[in-house]
């Protein structure tokens, strides 16, 4: 991939880096505060606990996906950017313009997705 198109990648990924550490903080602060202020009754207990539950999963979805991208970001500086990390093929230029933080061909994702590869670690 030209150098030009790896650029464009980094600064879209450094921008959704800063995006979700911003959330990802937030939603921890958000997290804080349903605790403070002592619930009254059961119904209102329930509640702020859905609230926390709710709070968390989101916070962690969003944590995984920082994650990706920061996994990404350091792909770029191995300049191993946009190869697959299971066959090593490059990976379709529209998919990655969809998803920057893929780390699989389309053929591979698929095969994950089916159960038939097992996720890599790195
Ligand atoms: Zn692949």
Redesign the pocket.
């Known amino acids: 991939m030209d150098k030009k198109k790896i650029e464009t990648f980094r600064k879209q990924l450094e921008q959704r880096q800063a995006d979700l550490r911003k959330i990802v903080a937030r939603t921890e602060q958000d997290g804080r505060e349903a605790d403070v202020g002592t619930a009254q009754d059961i119904a209102d207990r329930a509640a702020n606990s859905y609230t926390k539950e709710f709070l968390f999963h989101q916070s962690n979805n969003e944590r995984q996906l920082l994650q990706s991208v920061e996994i990404a970001l350091s792909r770029i500086s191995e300049g191993v950017f946009g190869e ?1 990390i ?2 090593g ?1 490059d990976i379709n230029p529209k998919r990655l313009e969809a998803v920057p933080w893929t780390r ?2 389309i ?2 994702q698929e095969k994950l997705e089916q159960g038939q590869l097992e996720e890599a670690n790195s």
């Open positions: 697959c299971n066959c093929n699989y061909c053929a591979c």
